[in-house]
């Protein structure tokens, strides 16, 4: 096999649709489709299952695709450092739980060091799907965090799925608030004194449970609670209705605007925030410069 076999392969999983890729691919939709057997008969087993639905995965596509993706990112850089201009673009894939920070260290990872051409991906989603974007190496790294709560369950998925944990800083949980939420008189807040206001967090679906959740205080009985899918909507729902929800209290001024707070949770529980990987996976340039200015923020924090 080639590896513009495997490119076309991965735009395959990406698009879910033989004719959506050859369209993005710029080839004839039968010249993609022979590639794609002509990969399956040499691996000797289906790497995508057909249906009038679409296209996904086979279990054996998915490990498959894993190692696909690596090879492919890896001649990148080759070509990145020693080919000529005609250069394939820079790829860079974050997963993430719905945290600010990581948006603001995105977007300064990009000023930095995004070339002419570049595909970069910040993937803000639900906790098992990190997990598996960095087992199927569609993304480069995950970020997440570890509580007392939840590191018995996740550590045990991070070893089913062969990803490493690796911590970067620690924080004491916070309260997000509107400006002018009347909680906002306090130097900090308990649970009790939350319990008026509707609890705002973020939807797991199948998985979702205290171990998934992106708060170290999802069990708590709580009489309203609203789970939605994206960090603007939480922000909607600060203001319009004196929700909270509580995450890492690193709230960086720069692109959010001001409209949002933060307090200190009076209560005994910290938040590892850390990035997982592939075990044994070695770092690109691009990994590695967007760790450096995560660990930053936690720096600004303490």
């Known amino acids: ?33 022979s590639a794609i057997k002509e ?20 279990a054996k596509g998915m490990e498959f695709l894993g190692y696909a993706r690596q090879v492919v990112q890896q001649m990148d850089i080759l ?17 993430t739980q719905h945290y600010t920070f990581t948006a603001n260290a995105f977007v300064e990872l990009v ?9 970069f991906v910040l993937n803000e989603t639900q906790t ?37 944990f690796h911590a970067l800083f620690d924080v004491r949980p916070h309260v997000f608030l509107r400006k002018g939420h009347p909680l906002t008189q306090s130097e900090h807040v308990s649970l009790k004194d939350l319990r008026p206001y509707p609890k705002l967090g973020f939807v797991q679906g199948r998985y979702e449970s205290a171990n998934y959740a992106e708060d170290p205080f999802n069990g708590i009985d709580a009489d309203r609670t609203i789970h ?13 209705l004196d929700g909270y929800t509580i995450a890492t209290g690193i709230l960086p001024n720069r692109l959010h605007g001001n409209d949002i707070v933060s307090l200190p949770l009076d209560e ?21 410069a967007y760790i450096d200015k995560l660990r930053r923020y936690g720096d600004d924090a303490e």
């Open 268 to 288: 005994d529980e910290r938040m590892r925030i850390g990035y997982i990987t592939n075990k044994g996976q070695m770092l690109s340039e691009l990994s590695e």
């Open 128 to 164: 098992h799907r990190i997990i598996e974007d960095v087992r199927n190496r569609f993304s480069d790294l995950g970020i997440l965090y570890l509580s007392h709560a939840n590191t018995r369950v996740l550590t045990a998925e991070f070893a089913r799925n062969d990803v490493e």
């Open 79 to 95: 070509e990145s450092k020693y080919g000529d201009a005609s250069t394939p673009k820079q790829r860079f894939c974050v997963s």
């Open 39 to 58: 990969v399956e008969r040499n691996v000797g087993f289906r790497i995508f299952n057909r249906s009038r639905a679409g296209i996904t995965l086979t």
């Open 111 to 119: 000023k930095e060091y995004g070339r002419e051409q570049y595909d």
């Open 1 to 33: 096999m080639t590896l513009q076999q495997l490119r076309y392969l991965i735009a395959v999983a990406e698009k879910g649709s033989m004719t959506e890729a050859a369209k993005s691919l710029f080839i004839s939709q039968p010249s993609l489709s």
């Open 228 to 240: 939605v899918s994206d960090r603007a909507a939480i922000e909607n729902l600060m203001i319009g």
